[in-house]
């Protein structure tokens, strides 16, 4: 009997839902290169010096590369759609503010939020656009979603200086903010981040696997936006039965969960101690491929007597 269902070996291509995160890309170039365009007005504006307004981008660069592997490991057990939405929230308020405000302090602790939202997005949205795809389209995937940088240099870019050149440089923060909004609109982020917490496909087990074989657990799981233990986990799977293939299981009920399936959820736990029953029960699903529910994680909690707060 197979263990793979359709759903989870996607073989198709959305355009819809790559052109949305090609969006988010092209909002994160924007919100950086931004003040290089309209450096006199700002130079000006705020009464500094051009090389302080030019350290406006550094900053925001620093920032994003300093926060880029400590913060996407943190967050690797979040709700997608809760992390995505926080990034653009994030970057919206950092350009609203910063088109509202007259303090070059205020404006450059602006940019250092959003250097750091664009530190955990970038990894992030390229790590799952390669898992909604089979391994033979993640070139096609990569560069749909970073093609929103190129059309944020060489069309956004001059759209937003001509937008400060007309209207002030305020009103460049305050329309990227805006459309960093629009981006954010709830509805459009369910169509990204619901295609990003499915289980994983037989396809992208065996490539987290290889790529196991010669890197770090962290640095695997940052590339395939999968959790560290999961990737333990795999190993695992792949020493004791020689594959990563999901164990098979007859109809009828879901099975319970065994005393064997303990290492996983000990894994779960070690990241984050309070994380809540129905995270974990997620968790497990896309590592097994069997769905469990969070009452079925508390009785097995309570069976191996492991003691920690109640989840909401």
Not at 21 to 40: D, N, Q, R
Not at 46 to 55: A, Q, Y
Not at 70 to 89: E, H, Q, Y
Not at 159 to 165: C, F, S, V
Request: charged share 15%; proline share 6%.
């Amino acid at each position: 009997m197979s263990t793979t269902s359709p759903s989870s070996e996607r073989q198709t291509f959305s355009w819809f839902v790559f052109g949305l995160m090609a969006s988010v890309t092209f909002v994160g170039i924007l919100s950086e290169l931004v003040p290089s365009g309209i450096l006199p007005q700002m130079t000006e504006g705020l009464g500094v010096e051009e090389n302080d307004v030019g350290f406006l981008v550094g900053i925001y660069a620093l920032a994003s590369a300093i926060a880029a592997i400590p913060l996407v490991s943190a967050t690797l057990s979040f709700n997608r759609k809760t992390l995505l939405l926080m990034l653009l929230v994030g970057f919206s308020a950092s350009n609203v503010v910063v088109g509202l405000v007259s303090s070059y302090g205020v404006i450059l602790a602006c940019r250092v939020v959003g250097g750091i939202c664009a530190g955990v997005m970038w990894p992030m949205i390229a790590a799952y656009g390669t898992r909604l795809v089979p391994e033979n389209m993640d070139g096609k995937a990569i560069t749909v979603i970073m093609s929103g940088n190129t059309l944020g240099i060489s069309i956004g870019l001059p759209a937003m200086t001509t937008i400060g050149l007309t209207f002030g440089w305020r009103s460049v923060f305050l329309v990227l903010g805006a459309v960093t909004a629009l981006t954010a609109k709830p509805s459009r982020v369910d169509r990204v981040a619901s295609a990003m917490p499915a289980p994983l496909s037989v396809d992208l087990r065996r490539r987290v696997l290889d790529a196991a074989r010669s890197a770090t657990a962290p640095v695997v799981a940052a590339r395939f936006g999968v959790s560290v233990s999961t990737v333990h986990r795999l190993r695992h799977l792949d020493r004791i039965q020689g594959s990563v293939e999901p164990r098979p299981h007859g109809g009828g009920h879901t099975p319970l969960v065994t005393d064997d399936d303990r290492p996983l959820f000990d894994g779960y736990l070690a990241e984050n101690p309070s994380m809540p029953h129905a995270t974990i029960a997620r968790r497990f699903e896309a590592d097994t491929g069997r769905a469990i529910s969070r009452q079925t994680v508390q009785r097995m909690l309570g069976l191996w007597r492991v003691t920690r707060k109640k989840s909401p």
